[in-house]
């Protein structure tokens, strides 16, 4: 069975929607399909912290990231679906040290109109009502218009927001090749529901990115950096109901209220360039690439781990005593090289384009969505778009993405039935550490 449609759509994570979202209200009905290999939002999509706020270091994603929480405000008018929100905003956690380049940041937030505003330690407790605590080698900014989504809302939004879009949804549908036509265009996906034949590809495979990909010779700069989640529960009367959120830079720490008198915790991406390079050194061996976290074994963490949480909780907010471990699970981001996103089109292949979020990008998705819908359809994205292109990893003549172990040579393994792309430096560098 063979099906044809405008534009194909891999990885149903909440990008693969926004973007199939935006892709249905433009073509309409039989013009997009959106491909899974198990259901709606099994990958990262149901495994973050629901946390929309704007900061960033790079303008130009700071200025999308508040585009896009405007957007989660008024889902009903972009998506027609409600979603209900909060805004705790955000308290961020600096050392004496970075307070210089987070002032910075502060100048262009604020020249993209995004409150973000130095505290004192005094004004930081009394913003959480006494209950945190402070240090003398700290800084604290504050953002009041971050925001907290609910993963399961979020999901079911997705879900309506598909149906009243028009898009072919299709679950268990894993994408098991992509052929290319004698141009390099992708002209087809071998899928376990059957050969789906396109104009356009979009890639939302997240994680899975960089083994899909070099099954047609592609590398996709995207590697795992696993990282633990878990939700603690604590006395109602332990923290404030509005408890900004807490975005620990000195200590590594997110610190989210949850439903349910439970704090979540987890720790950001790693910004050490050794830390990178390991994870796409690691990701060259991991031959089952994002379903090793994800499979039926999963990926396991030690109770230290989780005892160190346990000890950042107190140490962070007193007055939560011996936070009850209630649920935890070892999740991933995936990251690229420099952290940011890989946004537009493929150079190497005329009719493909990426929507990946390298770990942060929840907030993101309805913007995202609109600009990779844009692109596709020649519209302008509203943005500029250079510093996220995967154009940017190339190395010249190869157009070959560089990976962090400074690559020219790439491998492209076939065992079994399946192919795996990996940089030869990379591989090497994991046997040098
Ligand atoms: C602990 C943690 C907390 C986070 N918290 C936040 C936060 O507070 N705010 C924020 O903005 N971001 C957060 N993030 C990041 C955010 O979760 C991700 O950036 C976002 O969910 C990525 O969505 P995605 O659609 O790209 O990927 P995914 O949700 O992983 O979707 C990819 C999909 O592709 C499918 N797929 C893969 N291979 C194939 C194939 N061959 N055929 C068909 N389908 C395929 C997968 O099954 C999967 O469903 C967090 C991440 C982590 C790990």
Not at 33 to 53: F, T, W
Not at 94 to 114: F, K, N, R
Request: some cysteine; charged content about 15%; glycine content about 8%.
């Amino acid at each position: 069975m063979s099906q044809h449609f405008h534009v194909v759509v891999i990885g149903g994570g909440v990008l693969g929607c926004a973007c199939a979202i935006a892709l249905g209200r433009r073509l309409g009905a039989g013009g997009v399909a959106l491909l899974e290999s198990r259901v709606i939002g099994s990958g990262l999509s149901a495994r973050h912290s629901g946390i929309v706020r704007a900061a960033n270091r790079s303008r130009m994603a700071a200025r999308m990231a508040k585009q896009a929480a405007d957007m989660w405000r008024q889902l009903q008018s972009h998506w027609g679906v409600k979603l209900t929100y909060q805004t705790p905003g955000a308290l961020w956690i600096t050392s004496e040290q970075d307070a210089a380049s987070w002032q910075a940041i502060a100048q262009h937030l604020a020249l993209e109109g995004v409150a973000f505003t130095e505290l004192s330690a005094e004004e930081a407790t009394a913003l959480c009502e006494h209950v945190i605590s402070t240090h003398p080698q700290e800084r604290y900014f504050y953002e009041p218009e971050a925001m907290i989504l609910e993963t399961g809302e979020i999901l079911t939004a997705l879900h309506q927001a598909l149906r009243n879009h028009s898009v072919a949804v299709f679950e268990h549908c894993q994408v098991e090749d992509i052929l290319r036509n004698s141009r390099g265009e992708v002209e087809a996906l071998t899928t376990s529901q059957g050969r789906f034949s396109c104009d356009y590809i979009i890639n939302a495979a997240g994680a899975w990115s960089a083994h899909l990909f070099a099954r047609c010779g592609l590398v996709i700069p995207v590697a795992l950096e696993p990282v633990l989640a878990a939700n603690f529960l604590i006395s109602h009367r332990a923290i404030p109901e509005n408890l900004p959120i807490i975005a620990d830079q000195v200590h590594r720490f997110y610190i989210r209220r949850w439903p349910g008198s439970q704090l979540h915790v987890h720790r950001p991406r790693s910004r050490d360039p050794q830390a990178i390079k390991a994870a796409f050194a690691l990701s060259a061996l991991a031959l089952e690439g994002a379903d090793q976290i994800y499979g039926v074994a999963g990926r396991t963490y030690s109770d230290d781990a989780l005892t160190h949480y346990q000890v950042y909780l107190r140490d962070r907010i007193p007055k939560v005593g011996s936070p009850i471990a209630l649920t935890s699970f070892c999740s991933f981001f995936d990251i690229t090289p420099d952290l940011g996103f890989i946004l537009g089109p493929d150079p190497r292949v005329a009719n493909l384009f990426h929507c990946l979020g390298a770990g942060q990008a929840l907030k993101y998705a309805p913007v995202f969505g609109e600009i990779t819908a844009a692109l596709v359809c020649a519209e302008d994205p509203g943005f500029d778009l250079q510093e996220f292109t995967i154009e940017r990893f190339f190395t010249g003549t190869g157009q070959q993405p560089c990976f962090p172990t400074q690559v020219e040579v790439f491998l492209v393994l076939k065992i079994g039935a399946r192919c795996y792309g990996y940089s030869l430096s990379s591989v090497l560098g994991y046997f040098h550490q």
